[in-house]
């Protein structure tokens, strides 16, 4: 219904404010729309802080899934950001002020390292990287006071390391750091026992699991994101509403996608596993895995990341030959992509650390998708003469 002072609005007035539609209540949609705007028309009786005021502060859409991202992970709250490495770097810069110290650990995704080691410092934040297994190193590695936060992934890209979780916190605990984990490979609905601080995800891979956004969170107690919060609103590494809302479609289905690329990635990784064209295969839910155990009691699910070494040809050799499977970067989509993992995820380790990590021109990193065991299998036996 056109109020009076509409009635004489000219032709520009009235394409720059149409009618605003607002269902009745009792006759919502069923799904919540996309709030594609910046700003919200402000009540004056109202307090600020109660309304959405302009969209780098807070859209309906990111409020909704922040909501059901903390709810899965067992955190008070979560902080949605623009990517996985803006939830990464809005944390810490968060968190961390000159003069302190992080411990970390060599076994992190390539952006999380450089972070640490190559921005940081412009900060004056010190940091230690250290092997992920060896927690006596850790313990010494500590700087009562300084040393502020130990960061850590489980399980690890590309390599899939699996940490101490226990061993970690128990030791974190007695000189007060906050503990934080990268948990995108095990997902958002494992690890959750844990008493760990802050959670940080790429939702980029299986949360959002089709390959269409990018986007990153940070779940945890209320007192912790608050601080992130305001540091992404700062940043503004901020997640567009219309992302907000794929991400929410997405995790409709997130479980069921989980559990079906975890049944996959295990078919493939015993095949790969009995191939006597492969030299090794990481992946937690193989026996052979250093860590088969650790990460039983630490999982219920072992993730559709797989890394194996091929004999006989380079990396690069094995991906051409692959018909199916395409090379591309990033993991967790419907579609099973294969990446080198030398030239990608270890360019910026040292020799030394990449033999021991197991990262080498002739390995690779898969992610399992959704398709037909079989048809991956057959793409992956064509590949290994
Ligand atoms: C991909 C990834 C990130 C970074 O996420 P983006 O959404 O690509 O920025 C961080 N941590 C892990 C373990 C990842 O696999």
């Not at 623009?82 to 003069?99: C, M």
């Not at 092997?131 to 390599?159: M, Q």
């Not at 080498?360 to 992610?367: M, Q, W």
Request: glycine share 6%; with cysteine.
């Amino acid at each position: 219904m056109k109020q009076d002072h509409q009635k004489n609005w000219k032709s520009n007035t009235r394409l720059n404010h149409p009618e605003r539609i607002t269902p009745k209540e009792g006759n919502p949609p069923l799904i919540a729309p996309i709030y594609q705007s910046v700003k919200f028309v402000v009540d004056t009786d109202v307090s600020y802080s109660d309304q959405f005021i302009y969209s780098r502060l807070g859209n309906p859409n990111l409020k909704q899934v922040e909501m059901t991202l903390a709810e899965i992970q067992k955190k008070d709250a979560c902080v949605v950001f623009g990517s996985g490495i803006a939830a990464i770097s809005g944390t810490l810069l968060a968190l961390l002020k000159s003069g302190d110290h992080i411990i970390s650990f060599r076994e992190l995704y390539k952006p999380a390292r450089i972070l640490i080691r190559e921005l940081l410092p412009n900060f004056g934040i010190e940091s230690t990287l250290l092997n992920l297994i060896d927690l006596d190193a850790f313990e010494k590695a500590i700087r009562p006071g300084k040393t502020k936060i130990v960061y850590f992934e489980s399980p690890t890209n590309p390599n899939l390391e699996i940490a101490d979780i226990e061993g970690i916190i128990s030791i974190a605990r007695k000189y007060n750091l906050i503990i934080c984990m990268d948990a995108t490979f095990g997902g958002l609905h494992q690890h959750t026992q844990y008493d760990l601080d802050l959670v940080v995800q790429s939702l980029t891979k299986f949360a959002n699991g089709h390959g269409d956004i990018l986007a990153g969170s940070v779940a945890g107690k209320n007192s912790l994101i608050e601080k992130i919060r305001n540091m992404s609103v700062t940043l503004g590494a901020v997640l567009d509403p219309h992302a907000a809302f794929l991400l929410e479609r997405g995790l409709k289905t997130y479980l069921l996608r989980y559990e079906r690329h975890c049944k996959n990635a295990q078919e493939l990784a015993e095949f790969l596993a009995s191939h006597e064209m492969v030299e090794k295969v990481f992946y937690p839910g193989l026996k052979t895995h250093s860590r088969h155990e650790l990460a039983q009691k630490q999982m219920q699910q072992m993730g559709a990341v797989i890394s194996f070494i091929v004999k006989g040809q380079s990396a690069e050799q094995f991906c051409k030959k692959l018909k199916l499977i395409q090379l591309a970067v990033s993991l967790g989509s419907t579609e099973s992509i294969i990446c080198p993992t030398h030239f990608f995820f270890g360019s910026d380790l040292s020799v030394e650390d990449k033999k021991d990590m197991g990262i080498s021109p002739h390995s690779l990193r898969l992610s399992v998708g959704l398709e037909d065991a079989e048809d991956l299998i057959e793409d992956l036996k064509q590949a290994l003469v």
